[in-house]
């Protein structure tokens, strides 16, 4: 699943992020501010044109990507229950 496919306010955790070829650079940047496998990240906003950049929680951080980098990383969605359990 990517970011894009997210809902505001959604949670998902980082599987994969896209390192080969010409995407070597970027998914280095996106380590560097924090994006790596199982990090949860949390959809805040989305622009008004087009819907970039996009906001996103990364722990403590907040980040706005574009589009095409939000495109490196697959995740998966979080379940609203385990959500609320990891808030406690």
Known sequence: ???EDLKTGQTA?????METGTHAPEALRLREMGFDE????????RGL??????ALRVGNNVIALRKAA?????VST??????????E
């Open 1 to 3: 699943m990517r970011i």
């Open 70 to 74: 939000t495109r490196l990383l697959e």
């Open 38 to 45: 199982g990090v949860e990240i949390e959809v805040l906003h």
């Open 13 to 17: 955790s980082v599987v994969k992020i």
């Open 49 to 54: 044109i087009g819907g970039c950049p996009i």
């Open 78 to 87: 979080i379940p609203a229950g385990i959500q609320a359990e990891a808030a």
